[in-house]
Structure formats: C-alpha cells, structure tokens
C-alpha cells in the first residue's frame, strides 16, 4: 500500500512538473515573441505620430500587429487539449504555410499516413510545431525554391517528418549553423526526436525527424 501511495506521489509529481515546465515555455513565448512585436509597434506608433505623411510607418504597425495576433493563436492552440493529435497539427500547418506560400508564388505540398489519431504530449506538439515553421519560414525567405513539401509517416509511435525545398540550398562547411539551425536541433533534442540537416548547393535542403 505504501509503494503504491508512494508511486501515485511521484506519478502526481512528475505531472506537475511537466505542466510548470509548459507554462515556463509559453511565458517565455509570450516574452520573446509578443514582447519584442508589441516594442516594434510602440516605437513605429510614434514614429507615424511624428511623420504623418509616411504611411511606411503604418504598414509596419500592421504587419506586426497580425504577427502578434498569429503568436497568440499559436499559444492558445498548443494549450488547447482538443486539438492534440498529429492531424490537429497537420491541420494547424497546413492553415499556416498555404497561404503565406502562395502569396510568395511557392508550390506547397503536404501528405501523410498512418495514425493520425495520435495524440502528442503539450510540449512535443508546442516543438514541432515550432521546428515546421520555423523551417518553412526559412525556405521561403532564403531558398528562392518553387516547392516546398511537407511528409508525414506515423507507424504506431515511430514519426518520421520530412520538410524540404528545392530551392539554392547551402554548404554546411561553410555556412555558420546560426541561431535558427541551431533551435531546430534543440528543440528536437527536447521532445526525444532524432533531428538531420541535409543541404548542398543547388541541391534544396530537407529537415528530417524522427521519434527516438
């Protein structure tokens, strides 16, 4: 009895561990991403105020308001328990990279199979979540691809996801890793996925991972 009571302690414990480290991540979201969008639209207000005839300024105001906007909703739907599954996330993808793809004149494919019932953790849908986009934003601004495409294999536990381009890509010899690179790495390493970076020049690049 006592090792049973001692287990459910332990269990409860661990739980909210989990659970802190969940409100940790979104408040230091909340910090890095709204906190420097709300800066830029104090400091681009009043530069509107004293410049009324630049409508620049208000282009700015705009663009980082609908980008404050999209962080919150992002937030809310990693918090959300109804849209836990791996087709809630590849739903919320594909709601994200569609349209920003064809406003950039950029071929988006997305595709999948098997268990798409598969619930994922708090924190392994916030990280990939985060790792896809990050990653589909970095083809976009730096690849000068036509396709971008997104495949998805769930075979039980086992997911394997596969982002790539066929744009310029890059020499991993010579090009600097760089703060982006290097978050997608770690925030794969977090949630236990095994994580490859694989570019060369001219070749496209293509972001593989897989649940350990």
């Not at 906007?69 to 836990?84: A, E, M, Q, Y």
């Given at each position: 009895?006592?090792?049973?009571?001692?287990?459910?302690?332990?269990?409860?414990?661990?739980?909210?561990?989990?659970?802190?480290?969940?409100?940790?991540?979104?408040?230091?979201?909340?910090?890095?991403?709204?906190?420097?969008?709300?800066?830029?639209?104090?400091?681009?207000?009043?530069?509107?105020?004293?410049?009324?005839?630049?409508?620049?300024?208000?282009?700015?105001?705009?663009?980082?308001?609908?980008?404050?906007?999209?962080?919150?909703?992002?937030?809310?739907?990693?918090?959300?328990?109804?849209?836990?599954?791996?087709?809630?996330?590849?739903?919320?993808?594909?709601?994200?990279?569609?349209?920003?793809?064809?406003?950039?004149?950029?071929?988006?494919?997305?595709?999948?199979?098997?268990?798409?019932?598969?619930?994922?953790?708090?924190?392994e849908k916030r990280n990939?979540?985060?790792?896809i986009k990050e990653t589909?934003?970095?083809?976009?601004?730096?690849?000068?691809?036509?396709?971008?495409?997104?495949?998805?294999?769930?075979?039980?536990?086992?997911?394997?996801?596969?982002?790539?381009?066929?744009?310029?890509?890059?020499?991993?010899?010579?090009?600097?890793?760089?703060?982006?690179?290097?978050?997608?790495?770690?925030r794969a390493e977090e949630?236990?996925?095994?994580?490859?970076?694989?570019?060369?020049?001219?070749?496209?690049?293509?972001?593989?991972?897989?649940?350990?």
């Amino acid at each position: 009895i006592i090792a049973a009571i001692y287990g459910l302690y332990r269990f409860r414990i661990n739980h909210l561990k989990k659970e802190e480290k969940i409100r940790n991540q979104v408040a230091s979201d909340l910090h890095d991403e709204l906190g420097s969008t709300l800066n830029s639209v104090k400091v681009f207000s009043n530069l509107a105020l004293m410049e009324k005839e630049n409508r620049s300024h208000l282009e700015k105001i705009k663009e980082a308001t609908q980008s404050a906007i999209s962080g919150v909703k992002d937030i809310i739907w990693v918090l959300d328990d109804k849209r836990d599954t791996l087709d809630h996330l590849l739903s919320r993808i594909n709601q994200f990279a569609k349209p920003i793809c064809e406003a950039a004149g950029i071929s988006y494919n997305q595709q999948s199979g098997g268990n798409e019932n598969y619930k994922l953790g708090k924190e392994e849908k916030r990280n990939l979540y985060m790792i896809i986009k990050e990653t589909i934003n970095n083809s976009i601004k730096y690849s000068e691809c036509s396709v971008i495409e997104l495949l998805v294999k769930n075979k039980g536990s086992k997911i394997n996801i596969t982002v790539s381009d066929n744009g310029k890509g890059f020499d991993k010899e010579k090009t600097n890793s760089g703060y982006g690179l290097k978050n997608i790495l770690h925030r794969a390493e977090e949630i236990g996925y095994h994580s490859e970076i694989n570019s060369s020049l001219g070749n496209g690049t293509l972001i593989y991972l897989e649940k350990k």
